[in-house]
């Protein structure tokens, strides 16, 4: 050792670690003694299970773009594996899946949730039909999503909605009905006014 200073002597070795000399022996005692070095990290990672879960645990919350590209190279190699792992669960474990319990949640949420459902429901059937979901003002009893363009949605009683037929894909009588919507509109906000 050059120094007695254990600080000099710690940043002398990371000094002398950085260089190719001493990187290239390295390398060749490690090939030479490839099971020893197997040996003793196994044991260490044995001896600190709880150490190396939280490296990786903060390596992974610091590195999330990184993992996320390994996690899909990953899952793109062992694609097979996934799906047998899968399969050999559901059959593992049919007994424990609860169909009647799972149904009798989805009826439960549906029941208190129906501001949610028809929102999804509006969504997915414009999507069916090529058409985005962006609402306007907010749903009321007795009104129906009327499409002004093939995005926005505005909802308006259910008779002007069906007073005239239009069609969005065509253009047919939309100048038309989106006239009679925006007058609604407008006559519906003075009257709220008014009550304020």
Partial sequence: MPYKDPEKTKEYDRKRSKTPKFKEYQRNWREKNNE???????????????????????????????????????????RKEYNEKRKKYYYDNKEHTNKEQYNEHRRNWRKSNPDKLRKIYAKHYAKRRDLDYVELNDYFEGS????????????????????????????????????LVFEYLELTNELKQQSL
């Fill in 36 to 78: 020893k070095c197997i040996g003793y990290h196994r044991n260490w990672r044995s001896k600190n299970i709880e150490k190396c879960r939280e490296a990786i645990r903060n390596w992974r919350l610091k590195h999330p773009e990184k993992c996320k590209q390994y996690d899909k190279k990953y899952e793109a190699t062992h």
């Fill in 144 to 179: 129906e999503g009327h499409h002004i363009d093939k995005e926005c949605v505005v909802y308006i009683p259910v008779w002007l909605h069906k007073f005239i037929y239009h069609n969005v894909f065509t253009g047919y009588n939309m100048a038309v009905i989106n006239d």
